[in-house]
């Protein structure tokens, strides 16, 4: 067990990604903290299945959104695990719609959860990696934070200023033994895009964009339907691999979509790239 005597603290570790990754990290011997902000019974039953593989498991509630709960999350981990190895910043989501639809209270906290909660947490265990000479930052990221669609515009600024922290924090701390990666999934099979095509939806009411949103939102709900997504498994054992490098890389694409959409990004001139863009979400509509 390669991460045996290692301690994990995996945000948004009650369902979807989280979940798997919190599983996975166990299964290679670690013992692992699951941070949730709402589902108790989901997290019990992470809880539980991680003890039944005979590693130790610790609920810690709280929103990475909340200063002084990030602070409390941290001293809880340390104080029951009696240390702390890997902090993996899962926890996030996707509010979609229009830039000029979502108002600037929900784009705010959109911010604060997936770009200040996991930098809020990091900052506050980079004394303890520095003090041990060693540690593990993985930021969970997404093709978002490579490229761009329409209806996502905030939802992708999160992801861009996470890499782009992620990026400087990883130059920043290069020699003392803390190691900063960027997990970059593609389309998962989680209940995340339902959910986004719903805010999606919702956001654009008798608005100016109300017919396309309403086609992108039907096309997103189709989308993540699809059996070809990779599965949070998948994701899980990529951060696995992260986490156990000797020398992990920088970033790590996840999903055969992933490096498609990359690909084309790179190659497309931008005005083919917005044409295919706005096709696709009509195709899938």
Not at 233 to 249: G, H, S
Request: charged content about 20%.
């Amino acid at each position: 067990m390669t991460l045996a005597g290692k301690v994990a603290l995996v945000t948004g570790g009650s369902r979807g990604i989280g979940r798997a990754i919190a599983l996975t990290l166990a299964e290679h011997g670690a013992d692992v903290a699951i941070n949730y902000a709402g589902n108790t019974a989901a997290a019990e039953e992470v809880k539980g299945a991680i003890e039944g593989m005979g590693r130790k498991a610790i609920l810690v509630q709280g929103s990475v959104a909340d200063t002084d709960g990030v602070q409390a999350i941290v001293n809880q981990v340390v104080k029951e695990l009696g240390r702390l190895d890997i902090l993996i910043n899962n926890a996030g989501y996707g509010s979609y719609g229009a830039v000029e639809d979502v108002p600037l209270t929900e784009a705010q906290r959109q911010l604060d959860v997936n770009v200040f909660g996991a930098i809020r947490l990091t900052q506050m265990v980079l004394p303890l990696f520095r003090r041990q000479h060693r540690g593990r930052v993985i930021m969970i990221s997404s093709i978002a934070g490579r490229l761009t669609g329409p209806f996502g515009g905030w939802y992708h600024a999160s992801k861009y200023a996470l890499e782009a922290l992620s990026d400087a924090l990883r130059m920043e701390t290069a020699g003392q033994g803390i190691w900063v990666s960027i997990v970059e999934p593609g389309l998962v099979r989680t209940a995340w895009g339902h959910i986004a095509a719903d805010h999606l939806a919702a956001s654009a009411r008798r608005g100016p964009y109300a017919r396309l949103a309403e086609q992108a939102a039907r096309g997103i709900h189709r989308l993540y339907d699809k059996k070809w997504l990779t599965s949070p498994a998948e994701v899980a054992r990529t951060i696995f691999l992260a986490v156990n490098a000797a020398q992990p890389q920088a970033r790590y694409l996840c999903g055969k979509d992933a490096y498609l959409l990359l690909a084309l990004h790179t190659l497309l001139p931008t005005g083919l790239y917005d044409l295919a863009a706005r096709w696709v979400m009509k195709k899938l509509a």
